[in-house]
């Protein structure tokens, strides 16, 4: 996912230390899904009750009602299950979170079924309940009747004035990091894979697609199915349902969103395919058939979301000038990086972040040049140093210990953009054309597998390291790898056309031009974020007056302007933007934005005032997650 820098979103992190004594044995490449060799017996998720070890979950045969009156799914997950060879185990232990189970069956091969005990433990705040089934030493298959929720905190039931249709209510699922338990009763641990197919009912009018094999042409009646071949971790199952649209944008990838935006945001991706192909032509073959992006309502917390075959994205991004499309490069890049080859655990999760970042930049510099490219990194730089400052040693860390802890705490600018650093480390010591082809190399000897932190470092030394030891010396693997800060080795990213940016501000600053002749016509988003970046916080009221009156800042339909404008506004006490802040806080649930803007608010108390009075009419529109962090920031008490 992508959650910070300029342009794109990210979504959680994670990454830990704890669980690493598991290397995944892998003898050879394995180039075909095939689930059964998903991931090493030996890796332990501390975020997962499952025993994959014993029993593993192979596949899933879901089946729902999507009641939207009662904010329930109901129905049965159906799965198939292997143990290891000469295994005979009878315990099955999947993950839950807030499911109420009806029965468990189950099935030992053909049509018939018994009913098979089940216990529920008390629930962790954290991890859910561990579901505990008794099974037959030789069952195949194991039956779940279940409903959800209400508040399950992977399901986000919008009513319909939350839409941008205002007609319809919608539903959309996040399943990382550990969500996909309020929903499946399954192994919710990214080391184990699954294929899955599944059979959704929802009222007549509306569209649901998944992380599956969406049909463009799809009949609206209301009774939809879908299949994924492909083996994923359980955080890459999705649903949304709602009065959706499709509009393509080349014969494999296209948008799927609310009616009233679909032609807009098809418009805002018309870059689509360029960058599949970009992504290609560097990495290896695009595995998983189509690539389609579904823009969802303004309530979605994160910029985007990896869902394999249909990338969910917030509507944030459609400036109407395509300046923000370094999103969907992200998302797509995960194709690669995670969904292809995954973080086997939480503590991982750099694998998953620092790579896409790494392949995020490499694509824009394809389709957009490298002026662009640059610009996004010395962005993503200022981000983490920026971040680095404030977090705790443990946390700079990119095998990060989340151990006792949410994942979704580990959420850090951390696995992004130093990942990224680390890699692009290794291209300036081994070259381009080298680093290349050991990354192909790499997705062609993992895909379909989890691996971890001691799995990757094994591959790199066999394949990069140890041919040139010479070059080796030079990269610190264990101080990027399990320590704090930043290595004094790490490349600098460096941009001209940002120093020009830089230049100008300067010039205004100290009163040689005025706002009104800063050569600003033609900058892009990343030129703004700069410029604005590097005035002085706070700035006096009146400064800030002109360059709105120049610039007309407090109304830019740009949300990664906007929000560096309103931060800039918020710590000079720049009343005229007080308007266009509650309009952004009650118009979208993004948590790039609203962290760091409830956040600057809270610093004074009339701010924070302010702030309680924006968020008691915002909470009800934000989704659970977005709630959960605000909650803290603004010391929420209902
Ligand atoms: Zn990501």
Redesign the pocket.
Known sequence: ???GKVA????M?LAAASCREGPASRAEPARSPSPTVAASSATRDEHSYGNPEEIRVTHADLDWDVLFDRRILRGTATLSVERPAGGRATRLVLDTRDLDVAKVEASRAGPSWASAPFSLAPPDKFLGSALTVTTPEDATRVRVSYSTRPEASGLQWLDPPQTAGKKDPFLFTQSQAIHARSWIPLQDSPSVRITYRARVRTPKNLIAVMSANNDPNVKRDGDYDFEMTQPIPSYLIALAVGDLAFAPVSRRAGVWAERPVVAAAAREFGDLEKMIQAAENLFGPYRWDRYDVLVLPPSFPFG???NPRLTFATPTVLAGDRSLVSLVA??L??SW??NLVTNATWPDFWL??GF??YL?RRILERVYGSRRADMEAVLGLQDLEKEMATLPEKDQILHVDLTGRDPDDGFTDVP?EKGALFLRQLEAVYGRDRFDRFLRGYFDHFAFHSITTDDFVRYLRANLLDTDPRLAAKVPVEEWIEKPGIPAVAPRPKSDALVLVEAEGERWRKGEKPASAIAAGAWSTQEWLHFLRALPSPSPPGRMAELDQAFRLSASGNSEITNQWLLLSIASGYEPAWPRLEEFLTSMGRRKFLKPLYEELVKTSEGKERALAIYRKARPTYHPIAVATVDKIVGWRG
């Open positions: 996912m992508r959650h794109a979103i990210a979504l992190c985007g979301m990896e992200h998302e890049a995960h990086a995670g998953n972040e896409t970042v995020e992004y």
